[in-house]
């Protein structure tokens, strides 16, 4: 946008045009005001991200060459922990690289910020998963920190829909505008949940959704850390423990986190592919194997292990061949989780539109000049 104060004194500032919301949205009357010294201070930080980011990646894999040089017919678990280390890093390197392309086109922060927030999972996801092979001690540990930043993720998914929406009032709008079908539960849920009142109360509902699975997640990681040290948590055992008991509520408590999600997604999927096209499938389809396909793996191993089909080998006894397992299927799984967040949560789409309205301010500044 131009401001000319006067004739011989013209201010260039850059604003944040509309992102082409549906037409619900009323426009989106939330600009943001980007200073270009905003823009470039941004630019900055993400080449000081990459510079850091291939630093520490190199240096890491040195290490790696090195300590597996020292290890070579050392230790049992070297194959799977190396061939763990390179499924991790790949799905790193991945993930910053898009995380990087969006600070270097830093354009519209409000939805730029949940983009790289919702592709860190995957970094914070491989890096704990692999170090939980070597130190099994602590895994328990990291897995409380990855579940508690679950929680985080799919609560910044639903802000990441309103603010693609065109913000709170559009999507309340939008939602109040759409058929009541959309507020009936589906398949198995219909025996077990109400029907949502489309408009504020829909939202409201999605909203407690995601914050009572942050409340549960939050809970299970302090129960972790509080009863792990005792020898009272009694992971992947399956009985009167503590580790039984959050399992059954963080069950629980997902399936209603994940369904909420769910609803919300498939009321605004449709708003979401015109006149942009969002990819609403494809970001639903990744945080569902970040949050559900992950848990229902650690789910499946936990059985395993109390059904006697793991058993002890090469001197691990269940507890850490089931960890060992289920964090070198998490690794291996980031890898095509961070694929897909390249497609869905992509810098591009951002670029192309900031490109179509720059070309369009311009079109408009030089009819400007032409008409005085």
């Known amino acids: 946008m131009v401001e000319l104060e006067n004739d011989n004194d013209v201010e260039v500032s850059l604003l944040e045009p509309d992102l082409n919301f549906p037409s619900t949205s009323a426009s989106h009357s939330l600009r943001r005001i980007i200073s270009q010294e905003q823009q470039d201070r941004i630019r ?8 850091v980011t291939a630093v520490t990646i190199t240096a890491l894999v040195i290490y790696l060459l090195c300590v597996a040089w020292y290890d070579f017919g050392n230790k049992d678990d070297n194959l799977l922990y190396y061939s763990a280390a390179l499924f991790a890093n790949i799905a790193t ?5 898009d995380i990087c392309l969006h600070l270097l086109n830093w ?3 409000h939805i730029q ?3 790289i927030k919702i592709i860190f999972i995957v970094p914070v996801f491989s890096i704990f998963s692999w170090i939980s092979l070597r130190w099994f001690e602590a895994e328990v ?5 990855i579940n508690a930043y679950e929680a985080f993720i799919i609560n910044r998914y639903r802000q990441l829909l309103i603010e693609l929406m065109g913000g709170k009032e559009a999507t309340i709008q939008a939602l109040g505008e759409k058929d009541p079908k959309y507020g009936k539960p589906k398949a198995c849920f219909k025996c077990c949940c109400k029907e949502w009142e489309m408009g504020f109360p829909f939202l409201e509902h999605v909203k407690f959704g995601t914050h009572q699975l942050i409340v549960v997640k939050c809970i299970n990681a302090i129960c972790i850390c509080v009863f ?3 020898e009272k948590y009694g992971n992947m055992k399956f009985s009167a423990n503590v580790y039984t008991i959050m399992s059954v509520i963080v069950i629980f408590s997902t399936i209603k986190g994940s369904y909420a999600i769910y609803m919300f997604s498939n009321a605004t999927k449709e708003d979401l592919r015109s006149p942009k096209n969002w990819k609403p499938s494809g970001k639903l389809a990744s945080i569902k194997c970040v949050i559900a396909l992950t848990h229902l793996i650690g789910l499946s191993v ?11 080998t090469r001197g691990w006894d269940e507890d850490r061949v089931a960890a060992l397992l289920q ?6 799984l980031m890898v095509f989780i961070s694929i897909l967040n390249s497609f869905v949560f992509s810098y591009l789409d951002f670029r192309d539109i900031g490109q179509d309205n720059a070309d369009d301010e311009r079109g408009a500044i030089i009819q400007q000049e032409i008409a005085d």
């Open 327 to 332: 964090n070198y299927i998490y690794c291996i």
């Open 113 to 115: 910020i949940y983009y």
């Open 93 to 97: 390197i991945i993930s910053m690289r």
């Open 141 to 145: 540990y990291f897995e409380a920190i």
């Open 302 to 312: 936990a059985i395993l292990v109390n059904t006697d089909t793991i058993k002890n």
């Open 107 to 109: 354009n519209y922060p």
């Open 228 to 230: 792990a040290p005792l």
């Open 44 to 51: 900055e930080i993400g080449r000081i991200v990459i510079g």
